[in-house]
C-alpha cells in the first residue's frame, strides 16, 4: 500500500512559481511511476505529468509543457512539481498519484490534494 501526501500549494500571482511536494510511504514506492493531475471547480480531472520510477522518462501535458518540471528523489520517497511562470488557469486542486498504467495514466492511490491558486 502506498500513502500519499501532497504540500506546497498556495496563492501566488500570474507568473510565480511554486514547487509542490507528494511525500509517499511504503515499500513500493521506488518502483513506481508517478503522477501530477488537477482539477479545478466544475471540471473534470486533468493529467499534468508523469514520471517512471527512476525519473528516466517524463511526459508533460501540452498545457503545462515547458512551465511545469516533475522530478523525483527515490531516497526521499518524494515527487516534487516545480510550477514557474503560472497562470490563473493554473487554478486547481493538485494531485499526485502511483501509477499502475504508463500510457493512460491510471493510478491505484492517490493523495488528500494540495490547492494552487493563481491571481491575475
Known amino acids: 500500500q502506498v500513502q500519499l501526501v501532497e504540500s506546497g500549494g498556495g496563492l501566488v500571482q500570474a507568473g510565480g512559481s511554486l514547487r509542490l511536494s507528494c511525500a509517499a510511504s511504503?515499500?513500493?514506492?521506488?518502483?513506481?511511476?508517478m503522477g501530477w493531475f488537477r482539477q479545478a471547480p466544475g471540471k473534470e480531472r486533468e493529467f499534468v505529468a508523469r514520471?517512471?520510477?527512476?525519473?528516466?522518462?517524463?511526459y508533460y501535458a501540452d498545457s503545462v509543457k515547458g512551465r511545469f518540471t516533475i522530478s523525483r528523489d527515490n531516497a526521499k520517497n518524494t515527487v516534487y512539481l516545480q510550477m514557474n511562470s503560472l497562470k490563473p488557469e493554473d487554478t486547481a486542486v493538485y494531485y499526485c498519484?502511483?501509477?499502475?498504467?504508463w500510457g493512460t495514466g491510471a493510478y491505484d492511490y492517490r493523495g488528500q490534494g494540495t490547492q494552487v491558486t493563481v491571481s491575475s
Open positions: 498519484a502511483a501509477l499502475t498504467n
Open positions: 511504503g515499500r513500493t514506492f521506488s518502483y513506481r511511476a
Open positions: 514520471i517512471s520510477w527512476n525519473g528516466g522518462s517524463t
